[in-house]
């Protein structure tokens, strides 16, 4: 039984995934930057209050956890931005906004819980990026704002997954698929279930061999 932190779980893939990882039998604790309704809660689920763009509210869920071990930490909370922020239409504090919760939320998620992973075994710290911030597979430009903070939090797990390699922490980036979500849309090809059940093994079956590595929810390989 892996003890695992899920942001963002709330709704979409982070709960569902949260309550895919829960029915498999571990500890998890899901965290929402806003109090939920027990009807809104995932059962056998502790709940976290957590703005990934709030220092302070990072410092108390840090603390809430005090010496607490995490084996597995998800960063899932992210922001796609104003749709078709494409060549000229572009708003600099959406810019902001998304930079501020996808790169730099995730990096403090992942330094504030760093020292509960440390007393963790198996220590496993995942990002839900996305194919979109794949510099190699963009054959389609356009989404400025989503495409760069994806592409930016590749590049800072990536630099995380070597600078924590001595310790034994598997840093890995995933992509979901296109799931049917409020960011997905109701045209997406996959069911939230299907993404997380997906994502659940990924992330399980993680090894430190696989670290600094991008992959889809299937398993895939995916180039930077
Ligand atoms: N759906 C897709 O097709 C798709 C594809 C590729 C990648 N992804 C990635 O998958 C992840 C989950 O996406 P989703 O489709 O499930 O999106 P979603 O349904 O819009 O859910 C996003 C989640 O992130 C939370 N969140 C946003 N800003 C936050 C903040 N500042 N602090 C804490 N939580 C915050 C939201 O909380 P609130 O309820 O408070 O807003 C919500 O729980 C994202 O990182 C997304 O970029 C999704």
């Known amino acids: 039984m892996a003890r695992i932190l899920i ?20 500890s998890v604790i899901g965290t929402s930057r806003r109090p939920l309704d027990d009807d809104d809660a995932v059962p056998g689920i502790r709940r976290l209050p957590l703005d990934v ?3 302070r509210s990072l410092e108390a869920a840090a603390d809430a956890l005090a010496d607490e071990p995490l084996d597995i930490l998800v960063n899932n909370a992210g922001i796609f931005g104003p749709r078709g922020a494409g060549l000229g239409r572009i708003d600099d504090a959406a810019w902001h906004e998304v930079v501020a919760t996808n790169v730099i939320g995730a990096y403090r998620v992942s330094e504030a819980f760093l020292p509960h992973l440390r007393r963790g075994a198996g220590r496993k710290l995942v990002t ?3 194919r979109m911030g794949s510099i ?14 994806k592409a930016a939090v590749n590049a ?12 034994n922490i598997t840093v890995a980036v995933l992509h979901p698929g296109w799931v049917r979500t409020a960011m997905g849309g109701q045209s997406a090809s996959l069911d939230v ?13 993680l090894t430190p061999a696989q670290s600094g590595g991008f992959f889809s929810y299937d398993g895939t390989a995916l180039v930077w």
Request: charge should be negative; glycine fraction near 14%; proline fraction near 0%.
């Open 193 to 205: 279930a299907t993404s997380a059940a997906g994502l659940a093994d990924v992330i399980l079956g």
């Open 53 to 55: 763009t709030d220092r």
């Open 7 to 26: 942001t963002g779980a709330n709704r979409g893939i982070g709960r569902a995934l949260a309550a895919e990882l829960s029915e498999r039998g571990h």
């Open 136 to 149: 190699g597979a963009n054959t389609s430009g356009g989404e400025y704002i989503y495409r760069s903070s």
């Open 156 to 167: 800072v797990m990536r630099s995380l997954a070597i600078d924590l390699e001595a310790e």
């Open 128 to 130: 839900i990026s996305s």
